[in-house]
């Protein structure tokens, strides 16, 4: 009783602060919404997606590692500081990298063709402007993560509602005043809550000045997390923007906002739930637990977490209609036909996630790899044929394909996994 009393607690509690998470995507979607069409909303969209590249190929896609391995070196204050200088170390490689790469493809990338109606110096502004932002976001993730594995639950609900309302203000401000095109509204919005995370963080001994002092380097740990990371951070902007360019291309740019739409409902709810997954089960599963432990651990989460999604799905579906006017704008009342598919993959997306997250905290890196590029390939392809067979519904149904049989390969990777005792 006391064990699942703690459990829906600390639930509520991460799920609470998510809430600002969600909060913020609803008011910066919906504005979105409100001031553009379907079809620049779709664009918008496009470069949202090159932004969770840059984020990905800056920070290394480590945000997980950096909860599992606080979590678990937090006992040993120098074994601690190392990972963390090892981890620093590697974040600022990558970030370099990216800047370099992001600056050459900003001068040469054919930007008219990729942001259809915007125009070249506007996208190229917005791809420069989305340096810093991309930095911004990293500050945030990181430092939210960092705090998640110490245990400092206060520090880790500070940084993310206020970061979530420094990014509200941000685009809601820009957007009325019209200082700045949409897209570098959008590539900037991280900046001062990137600044606010550091100086949280740092208050909690996680600063440059830890990592300069600390006599260890350790890199060996951080590369199972970049690549279990940095793979699907990388493959799933692709094939979204993969997917919304073939649906604009074989039903118009408006359809592919409609579908726009629909996936960031999706979204919404989706972020709610990884949030708490990663409060949950990644400090709590380690390569060292024994099968009995694990079960203890894990199922308990497992089910509460379907349940809960299996509500929230199934109020959505009654009140579909109402959610989509609510969260876009009755331009995009048809997104509501195509949400009921839709749901159904949601609920096995969040199934999936409880067995990914594992896969992630024991670090099975090959395992996890394999399910997660099969599943974004079998989303693109049903894409294609869904769309040929069924027009509008297409993405819909290829969606819960492909969650649905992630759900099974996850569910039987995990059942098939070895522990130190039984």
């Known amino acids: 009783m006391e064990r699942s009393s703690k459990i829906w607690k600390l639930f509520f509690g991460s799920g609470s602060v998510?809430?600002?998470?969600?909060?913020r995507a609803f008011v910066i979607n919906k504005l979105l919404a409100v001031f553009l069409s379907p079809a620049a909303f779709a664009c918008v969209?496009?470069?949202?997606?090159?932004?969770?590249?840059?984020?990905?190929?800056?920070?290394?896609a480590m945000q997980n590692?950096?909860?599992?391995?606080?979590?678990?070196?937090?006992?040993?204050?120098?074994?601690?500081h190392g990972v963390w200088r090892g981890g620093f170390r590697?974040?600022?490689?990558?970030?370099?990298?990216?800047?370099?790469?992001?600056?050459?493809?900003?001068?040469?990338?054919?930007?008219?063709?990729?942001?259809?109606?915007?125009?070249?110096?506007?996208?190229?502004?917005?791809?420069?402007f989305a340096l810093p932002g991309i930095l911004a976001t990293n500050m945030v993730a990181i430092c939210s993560a960092v705090m998640n594995g110490l245990g400092l639950v206060k520090r880790w609900a500070l940084?993310?509602?206020?970061?979530?309302?420094?990014?509200?203000?941000?685009?809601?401000?820009?957007l009325y005043s019209g200082r700045l095109s949409v897209l570098s509204i959008i590539a900037t919005q991280s900046v001062v809550a990137g600044i606010f995370a550091a100086r949280v963080a740092a208050r909690a001994g996680f600063n440059i000045k830890t990592f300069r002092e600390s006599v260890l380097d350790i890199r060996g740990p951080w590369m199972s997390y970049a690549?279990?990371?940095?793979?699907?951070?990388?493959?799933?902007?692709?094939?979204?923007?993969?997917?919304?360019?073939?649906?604009?291309?074989?039903l118009g740019w408006n359809a592919a906002g409609i579908w726009q739409g629909v996936y960031k409902i999706s979204d919404f709810f989706a972020s709610i739930f990884s949030a708490v997954l990663g409060v949950l089960i990644l400090p709590r599963i380690s390569r060292e637990m024994s099968k009995?432990?694990?079960?203890r651990e894990f199922y308990p989460i497992f089910l509460r977490m379907m349940g809960v999604t299996l509500v929230c799905c199934a109020a959505i579906y009654f009140t579909r209609s109402f959610v989509v006017s609510l969260l876009l704008s009755q331009s995009y009342a048809a997104a509501a036909d195509y949400m009921p598919i839709q749901l159904l993959g949601d609920l096995l997306r969040s199934g999936g996630w409880c067995f990914g997250m594992v896969l992630i905290a024991?670090?099975?890196?090959?395992?996890?790899?394999?399910?997660e590029v099969g599943a974004n390939l079998l989303f693109a392809g049903a894409t294609v044929a869904g769309v040929h067979l069924y027009e509008m519904h297409g993405p819909m149904l290829a969606y819960a394909l492909e969650n649905l049989v992630t759900f099974v390969a996850l569910a039987i990777s995990v059942g098939r996994l070895k522990w130190n005792t039984p």
């Open 45 to 60: 969209g496009q470069f949202m997606n090159w932004m969770s590249i840059g984020q990905a190929t800056s920070s290394l």
């Open 65 to 80: 590692g950096w909860v599992s391995l606080t979590a678990q070196n937090k006992g040993d204050i120098k074994q601690l």
């Open 159 to 174: 940084i993310q509602i206020v970061a979530s309302l420094f990014q509200m203000l941000w685009v809601a401000v820009f």
């Open 18 to 23: 998510t809430l600002f998470n969600t909060l």
């Open 292 to 295: 009995v432990d694990f079960r």
């Open 362 to 371: 024991r670090r099975e890196t090959k395992l996890f790899l394999i399910i």
């Open 90 to 128: 590697l974040t600022t490689f990558a970030t370099v990298f990216t800047c370099v790469l992001a600056a050459i493809f900003c001068f040469a990338a054919p930007l008219e063709k990729m942001l259809p109606g915007v125009h070249p110096r506007l996208a190229q502004a917005a791809i420069l």
């Open 227 to 250: 690549v279990m990371g940095l793979v699907p951070m990388i493959i799933a902007p692709l094939v979204l923007m993969f997917v919304r360019s073939f649906v604009g291309a074989e």
